[in-house]
């Protein structure tokens, strides 16, 4: 079975821009997480969705939103890029919400703001 | 909130050697998760071990939650397990999200 694919791999953008980044979970699973990892960090959550419901959202302004689409997969889109959302985004599926699934990654999308 | 550390920061060893890596964590927790991110950001599961003892091949893990830390076990260390490890737990309370708070990492670098 294919793991959790995300889309693109890299992308470079201009401050102010906006940019959208995709996701596609693991074949059966309805919960997908968004983090964000800056260099020489561990990741840190943004945003969980489950049955095309925002279930969690972390410490991140509203120019963070996410969706989710009946396909399970999701969109993470942020607007207003500032240099500071340089980062390593990442997305995270499992089964089901909640913290006795075990959550799979994505190969990540490279963002960089200039 | 919860607070996840990990030590040490940095490791570098000899091909052949082993070594083990450690997880304290501040309060109790429903998950933890062992990951391994190669040079190219992929986080790659390793262990999902709220409690108990896990094996898989020369890495093993070990979880006390009574007593808050987790200890993954790396043996005969080859130049591929270099990477940064993370220990990544959830306490959910009431939200149910499952999301993972994770640790600073070790960087591991393994020498031929």
């Known amino acids: 079975d294919a793991g959790v694919t995300q889309s693109p791999t890299h992308l470079i953008k201009t401050r102010g821009q906006h940019v959208t980044l995709r996701c596609s979970p693991i074949?059966?699973?309805?919960?997908v997480s968004w983090y964000q990892q800056v260099l020489g960090q561990g990741p840190q959550f943004i945003f969980q969705?489950?049955?095309?419901?925002?279930?969690g959202r972390g410490n991140f302004p509203d120019r963070f939103s996410a969706r989710q689409f009946p396909n399970y997969s999701s969109e993470l889109n942020v607007n207003a890029l500032l240099l500071g959302d340089s980062a390593l985004y990442l997305c995270a599926s499992s089964r089901r919400s909640g913290e006795s699934y075990e959550q799979y990654f994505g190969p990540g999308t490279r963002l960089t703001v200039t | 909130g919860i607070q996840v550390e990990q030590s040490p920061p940095d490791l570098i060893l000899q091909e052949g050697a082993n070594s083990t890596l450690r997880c304290n964590f501040s309060?109790?927790?429903?998950?933890l998760q062992w990951f391994h991110q190669n040079p190219w950001g992929q986080l790659i599961n390793l262990f999902y071990i709220p409690s108990g003892t896990k094996q898989n091949g020369r890495l093993s893990a070990t979880t006390v939650a009574t007593e808050r830390y987790s200890l993954l076990y790396i043996s005969s260390s080859q130049t591929t397990d270099s990477g940064v490890y993370f220990c990544?737990?959830?306490?959910?309370?009431?939200?149910?999200?499952?999301?993972?708070?994770f640790g600073q990492g070790t960087t591991l670098q393994v020498k031929p």
């Open positions: 990544a737990v959830a306490t959910d309370g009431s939200s149910n999200t499952g999301k993972l708070i």
């Open positions: 074949s059966g699973h309805k919960s």
């Open positions: 309060d109790s927790v429903n998950n």
């Open positions: 969705y489950y049955e095309k419901e925002e279930r």
